[in-house]
């Protein structure tokens, strides 16, 4: 996966939570940060609990403009305006946070976006922290580029990568997550501050074990959970289309990021959240979009990486809450709207084409709830 893998051993701290190397690369390096919304919201507890930093939302839509593809595209001409604001309001950026595949979206960045979002930091001196958790988690029609495959960076010192165990392998309890950086001073610090969040011996045997089966790896363990995930994904975005809510296109991730807003009172963050309350009501849970900091009221993340009984479970709930509701609606608009995101509890919260996904590149993850009572 990795073409200059050789030069990977010696950059690499080890951390119990993806997290936290997150946090400490911001303490280190942040008064502000860049990143796209929607995004998964609990970035921001974690770098405000640790270093007071301030996230500076790339507000992302779902209107498509003549010089985009689909929904909610990341641009660099995004970035420019989200910088050049934040200039504005005396917001020192210092940081570009990517999440690649994207949580919620399900986006795969393409590689030419991948190098002009690097080159914009570059121009303005920005670390960029590319959290690639999903990396492994590859089932659609999109190719994956990691940051550490390309064949140069423009600024190797402000550029770190990211990835944990917990989602590509279905070891949520495994709280084991790695930082890679060529950054001396940085990688000093944060081994400095990894001695109050080390790995326990026996997790790093069990997984070192894990890991060593590369033959079982690669011809059982990979294959099998790709088409699993490609299955599942499958079944909830075509039953989804069926009661009338337009998912967009994902191709990595757990997650399908659909459209509610038709099913909502007003267009308002209120309203989706009573929304989610009735769905929750219902015995299911899905995540509102206002938790991921999503500028336009009534998305939902829902996670599909489940059996496909439950999937099916899942479907069945959302026809019985929301064809059988007789509530007026409002109609849909997509003007921006000023947000900030509504954290959910972890027990609560953890394209646009109604097309099924392709066969495409390695993926896996395993099989993670759905959350269904």
Not at 39 to 64: A, C, D, R
Not at 94 to 101: D, F, G, M, S
Not at 322 to 333: C, F, G, H, Q, R
């Amino acid at each position: 996966m990795f073409t200059n893998a050789s030069r990977i051993q010696n950059n690499v701290t080890e951390m119990n939570s993806l997290s936290k190397s997150k946090t400490l690369l911001c303490v280190r390096v942040l008064d502000g940060f860049l990143i796209p919304a929607p995004y998964y919201g609990g970035i921001n507890s974690k770098t405000w609990l640790y270093g007071g930093m301030q996230p500076v939302h790339v507000p992302l839509f779902s209107e498509v403009t003549n010089e985009e593809s689909h929904p909610f595209q990341l641009t660099v001409e995004k970035l420019e305006t989200a910088y050049q604001r934040a200039k504005e309001q005396g917001i020192r950026v210092r940081a570009l946070i990517l999440i690649n595949p994207h949580n919620p979206l399900g986006d795969i960045y393409p590689a030419q976006l991948l190098k002009e979002c690097l080159e914009f930091a570059h121009r303005y001196e920005l670390h960029v922290i590319m959290d690639e958790i999903y990396m492994l988690s590859i089932y659609g029609d999109s190719t994956f580029t990691s940051i550490l495959s390309l064949e140069s960076l423009p600024d190797p010192d402000r550029t770190h990568f990211m990835w944990g165990f917990s989602k590509d392998f279905g070891m949520c309890g495994i709280r084991v997550g790695i930082l890679y950086t060529r950054n001396h001073a940085v990688r000093e610090a944060v081994n400095q501050l990894a001695v109050f969040h080390g790995c326990p011996g026996p997790v790093q045997h069990v997984l070192r074990q894990f890991l060593s089966d590369r033959e079982w790896l690669d011809n059982v363990f990979f294959p099998t959970n790709r088409r699993r995930l490609k299955e599942a994904q499958n079944i909830l975005v075509n039953g989804l289309a069926e009661i009338g809510i337009p998912v967009l296109k994902s191709s990595g991730g757990l997650y399908v990021w659909a459209d509610f807003r038709k099913f909502l009172k007003s267009q308002t963050f209120e309203a989706e959240m009573d929304l989610w309350r009735k769905i929750l009501d219902g015995k299911l849970l899905i995540s509102p979009g206002k938790a991921f900091c999503c500028y336009e009221p009534g998305w939902f993340r829902l996670v599909f990486s489940d059996t496909v009984d439950k999937i099916y479970l899942c479907i069945q709930r959302l026809q019985q809450m929301l064809l059988d509701k007789t509530d007026e609606t409002v109609p849909i608009s997509s003007s921006p709207k000023e947000n900030e995101c509504t954290e959910l509890d972890d027990s609560i919260s953890d394209s646009y084409i109604n097309t099924s996904v392709d066969d495409a590149s390695e993926g896996y993850s395993h099989l993670k709830k759905i959350a269904v009572f």
